[in-house]
């Protein structure tokens, strides 16, 4: 299908981003060197806005790659003190994370859990007030129940590309084996849209964003 973006709109919202910092660069020269997916710049500028707009200062993050998305987050919330957890499953992934986040000067304000998220994220049990979701596309749905047990009231869970290249959209599935998370993709985002304890907006930005914000509870009458 067509870009869900326009390549002429999207090369110019990217031109107006602010110049970002070098290791950014770097990190997405290897990204694309090594064909890893990290989140597009103006996603990763979105992440940041977000987070500094809302003042989050606990953050979890499922699926770390190699920490594009984690230092654009932490852009945000280590300057107020705010700390960040971020869980990887792929080692050699995790390993150039924690290079980039020596590199950056923040390796003590991350916490890298290297593991599978079906697991790692049932033993968590502080609360966040900021949620990316940027894992195995075909769990978000089995993650979800979770993700909002651990968000504070008023936090944000962000959901990346739930549009899946375009397959949620069009219903055209370029491999057998994604039609299984198309379809959960679909099923995610019909969830967060009705669900009780969400406010949910789905932007046709990057590949498609999900962000939802846990509501607080109604005051008696």
């Known amino acids: 299908m067509d870009f869900l973006v326009h390549e002429e709109a999207q090369g110019y919202i990217r031109a107006l981003l ?6 950014f660069y770097e990190m997405e020269k290897e990204a694309k060197d090594k064909i890893i997916p990290i989140v597009e710049p103006e996603i990763g500028h979105l992440l940041y806005w977000l987070a500094f707009t809302k ?7 499922i699926g770390t790659a190699i ?15 705010g700390r960040i957890t971020t869980m990887e499953i792929n080692e ?18 991350i916490e890298l859990v290297f593991g599978d998220a079906r697991e790692l994220l049932y033993t ?22 979770k993700c909002i047990e651990l968000l504070e009231p008023g936090g944000l869970l962000v959901a990346e590309d739930v549009f899946m290249r375009g397959m949620v959209i069009s ?26 304890l969400l406010e949910t907006v789905v932007l046709p930005v990057g590949d498609g964003v999900a962000i939802s914000t846990k509501k607080y509870k109604e005051l008696k009458k």
């Open 124 to 145: 968590q049990n502080g609360t966040y007030d900021f949620i990316f979701l940027d894992a195995a596309k075909g769990k978000y749905i089995e993650f979800l129940d």
């Open 67 to 81: 920490g594009y998305s984690t230092l654009w987050l932490a852009k945000a919330v280590l300057p107020r003190g």
């Open 18 to 23: 602010p110049k970002r910092e070098s290791i």
């Open 92 to 109: 050699p992934r995790a390993d150039a994370a924690r290079k980039f986040f020596k590199k950056a000067g923040v390796e003590q304000q």
């Open 171 to 196: 219903g055209e599935i370029d491999k057998r084996r994604n039609k299984t998370a198309v379809s959960r993709l679909k099923a995610y985002l019909k969830l967060v849209m009705e669900h009780n």
């Open 55 to 61: 003042g989050s200062q606990k953050v979890l993050e």
